[in-house]
């Protein structure tokens, strides 16, 4: 069955040619497909195109699909090219000719955009909830260890005194910063498509409000030429924001696999969380984060992989959008499941709080050194000078034991994880409007 069906046959290399993963990938949009569906069946019946019986018949039918899909029931049969098609179908079957008005003044291409938008926004909301829980585990374990020393490199090579509550913390701060870019997709994620049709309206005077109320939007995508050139654009700012999480998380599992290593040995893994070797009977390897970084890697790419996927198609809908959903669906799942992993990792690893012991670590403590000159009234240049010759010499000798006075914001004597929890929340949102419309949709 095809919505699109003339009477006519098509090629099977062909049919299957353009159909490509779209069955396989639709079921993903199934729920939003019922959501989408029940919320213009509802503005149908309010504008006189579907009477009251029929509406009752399609709400129930709707709310059995609705079910299926939430068990994991629901399928797309051999011989039905996609979702849109198979809900159509089971209406139809369901409740007759009332099966085949429901897609009045609606076309698959603001059925599909309105879709994936549901599809998204859920998506997204479940990825702020995941960055949410491992955010909080950053922030405790910032405040547990804030007092625990850790060395500070640049170039690789030792530079001053850092410490865990330093580094957890600075992770959580460069995810409340992620949510900017979150929140901004987000924004254009919740605006409603639905009643652009192919691009160009419809004689058939719907009413876009109510299915924008409906189903929860903040806002329409009012010009319908515009709201289908939001395919495309919209995955690719989505795509955007998942990668700029995707950065500080690969970032974090780099320092991990680096600081786990036998020759650094600031953190232990627990044994759960590694693999061992085939050969090497001594062997725990960080493979848990070795996959995240080079998932989270590979989820950097995706925003030119979109782009390049759309570029220099003109104003309109072209079969080239179909392939954006490989590229796009499965990115939440490869985004989230990293920052699972990596929350359950972290609450678990053990730190080494006597990494400064280590005869190695004693340059860490030059600045301090050429600060108390300072201190003291030493020009800075002159202290920089003796305090580098003595190293050139070798005839510095550090004091690992000196209390360390860093107290301006953000030093590791003044974390300010208040001011950094402050700023994740003044970068998240309330959902609660978007999950209250869509229940209210199905009951």
């Known amino acids: 069955m095809k919505l699109w069906d003339k009477g006519y046959d098509t090629d099977r290399f062909t049919e299957e040619f353009t159909i490509g993963k779209d069955k396989e990938l639709d079921v993903m949009l199934a729920k939003a497909d019922v959501l989408g569906n029940m919320a213009h069946l509802k503005m149908l019946h309010k504008i006189g195109l579907m009477d009251e019986t029929d509406l009752r018949k399609l709400e129930?039918?709707?709310?059995?699909?609705y079910a299926d899909?939430?068990?994991?029931?629901?399928?797309?049969?051999?011989?039905?090219?996609?979702?849109?098609?198979?809900?159509?179908?089971?209406?139809?079957?369901?409740?007759?000719?009332?099966g085949k008005k429901i897609h009045t003044g609606r076309s698959r291409n603001d059925q599909v955009l309105t879709d994936i938008k549901l599809f998204t926004r859920a998506e997204m909301l479940k990825v702020l909830d995941y960055t949410g829980t491992l955010f909080r585990v950053l922030l405790k374990k910032a405040e547990e260890n804030k007092a625990v020393?850790?060395?500070?490199?640049?170039?690789?090579?030792?530079?001053?005194?850092?410490?865990?509550?330093?580094?957890?913390?600075?992770?959580?701060?460069?995810?409340?910063d992620d949510l900017l870019m979150l929140k901004a997709a987000y924004d254009m994620v919740n605006t409603n498509p639905l009643g652009s049709g192919a691009g160009y309206g419809s004689s058939v005077a719907l009413d876009r409000q109510m299915t924008t109320d409906l189903l929860g939007f903040d806002d329409l995508a009012y010009n319908s030429v515009y709201a289908q050139m939001q395919r495309g654009k919209m995955e690719k700012n989505v795509l955007?924001?998942?990668?700029?999480?995707?950065?500080?998380?690969?970032?974090?599992?780099?320092?991990?696999?680096?600081?786990?290593?036998?020759?650094?040995?600031?953190?232990?893994?627990?044994?759960?969380?590694?693999?061992?070797?085939s050969?090497?009977?001594?062997?725990?390897?960080?493979?848990?984060?070795?996959?995240?970084?080079?998932?989270?890697?590979?989820?950097?790419?995706?925003?030119?992989?979109?782009?390049?996927?759309?570029?220099?198609?003109?104003?309109?809908?072209?079969?080239?959008?179909q392939l954006t959903k490989e590229i796009f669906f499965p990115a939440f799942k490869e985004l989230t499941d990293c920052l699972l992993i990596s929350t359950a990792v972290l609450q678990e690893m053990e730190l080494n709080t006597g990494v400064l012991k280590d005869e190695r670590y004693k340059y860490l403590f030059t600045v301090e050194d050429v600060n108390d000159l300072v201190t003291a009234g030493v020009p800075?240049?002159?202290?920089?000078?003796?305090?580098?010759?003595?190293?050139?010499?070798?005839?510095?000798?550090?004091?690992?034991?000196?209390t360390l006075n860093h107290t301006h914001e953000g030093s590791i004597g003044n974390l300010c994880l208040d001011r950094i929890e402050v700023k994740f929340k003044r970068h998240t949102w309330n959902y609660t409007k978007v999950l209250d419309a869509e229940k209210a949709l199905m009951d």
């Not at 240049?381 to 003595?390: L, N, Q, T």
């Open 60 to 65: 129930q039918a709707l709310r059995e699909i």
């Open 69 to 98: 899909v939430e068990k994991g029931n629901f399928k797309i049969e051999d011989g039905i090219e996609d979702v849109h098609s198979q809900i159509e179908y089971l209406l139809t079957e369901k409740c007759g000719e009332a």
């Open 149 to 176: 020393l850790l060395p500070g490199y640049t170039h690789l090579q030792i530079a001053m005194p850092s410490s865990f509550g330093l580094w957890f913390s600075a992770y959580a701060e460069s995810l409340a």
């Open 240 to 277: 955007f924001a998942l990668a700029a999480i995707a950065t500080t998380l690969g970032k974090m599992a780099a320092d991990v696999c680096l600081f786990s290593c036998g020759n650094f040995g600031f953190i232990k893994l627990p044994d759960q969380y590694t693999t061992g070797s």
């Open 279 to 321: 050969i090497m009977p001594h062997k725990k390897n960080p493979d848990i984060f070795e996959l995240v970084r080079a998932k989270c890697n590979r989820l950097q790419t995706l925003p030119g992989q979109m782009a390049m996927l759309c570029a220099n198609l003109t104003s309109g809908y072209f079969r080239d959008m």
């Open 380 to 402: 800075f240049r002159e202290a920089y000078r003796e305090i580098g010759m003595k190293v050139q010499k070798g005839a510095y000798a550090a004091d690992t034991q000196r």
